[in-house]
């Protein structure tokens, strides 16, 4: 909980935290280093109108650790996971002055579907970001199948947290 209350905007309280965990645990990836957690991504799945839909919650990596690809992983990851699930889509929102974020998911092929108005508590608008799977976009099966596990340096681990934490 301190990683994300230290790093984003939104103030979430611990039934949000246990909304995602307790329901979507295979939706929730630590990235540690020497056992200490340095990221995650907290993510839900479900049905939306007629789409099945995957959706990104929360993403931090602290200050230290990043450029190193380990959000790249995450994310990765919790796509993988949302594609195996049968979901349509991803969809998840961002500050629309997050520039590192905006860049991050533009280049795992989000593209911005809406900009919400004062979206966040702090006034800031968001983007509403999107990415539609193989059906849609064979290009994109690639990225998100086998094979990801390489880009992870060996030095870092990332795991799923289950209900027996
Ligand atoms: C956004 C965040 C999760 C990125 O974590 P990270 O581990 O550094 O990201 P990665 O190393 O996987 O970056 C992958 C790509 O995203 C882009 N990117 C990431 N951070 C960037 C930044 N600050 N400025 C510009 N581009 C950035 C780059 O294209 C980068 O690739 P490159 O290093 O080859 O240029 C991290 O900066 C963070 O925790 N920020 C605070 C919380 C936050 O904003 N979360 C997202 C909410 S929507």
């Known amino acids: 909980m301190g990683l994300v209350d230290d790093e984003l905007s939104e103030p979430y309280s611990i039934f949000t935290y246990r909304y995602f965990v307790y329901l979507w645990p295979n939706l929730t990836f ?29 993403l931090v990596v602290i200050k ?8 790249t992983e995450l ?3 919790s796509i993988r996971v949302m594609m195996e699930s049968g979901c349509d889509e991803v969809t998840l929102e961002a500050e629309v002055t997050n520039k590192g974020a905006l860049a991050l998911y533009g280049r795992l092929g989000f593209i911005r579907a809406k900009r919400l108005f004062r979206y966040y508590l702090n006034g800031v608008d968001a983007f509403r970001l999107k990415l539609l799977f193989p059906r849609q976009n064979p290009m994109l099966a690639t990225t998100f199948t086998d094979g990801g596990d390489d880009q992870l340096d060996n030095q870092y681990e990332c795991s799923q947290m289950y209900h027996d934490f």
């Open 30 to 58: 630590l990235a540690f280093h020497k056992e200490k957690c340095v990221g995650t991504v907290v993510c839900k799945m479900g049905d939306h109108r007629n789409t099945f839909r995957g959706y990104i919650a929360m």
């Open 64 to 71: 230290p650790y990043r450029g190193r690809g380990i959000a």
């Open 75 to 77: 994310v990765t990851r």
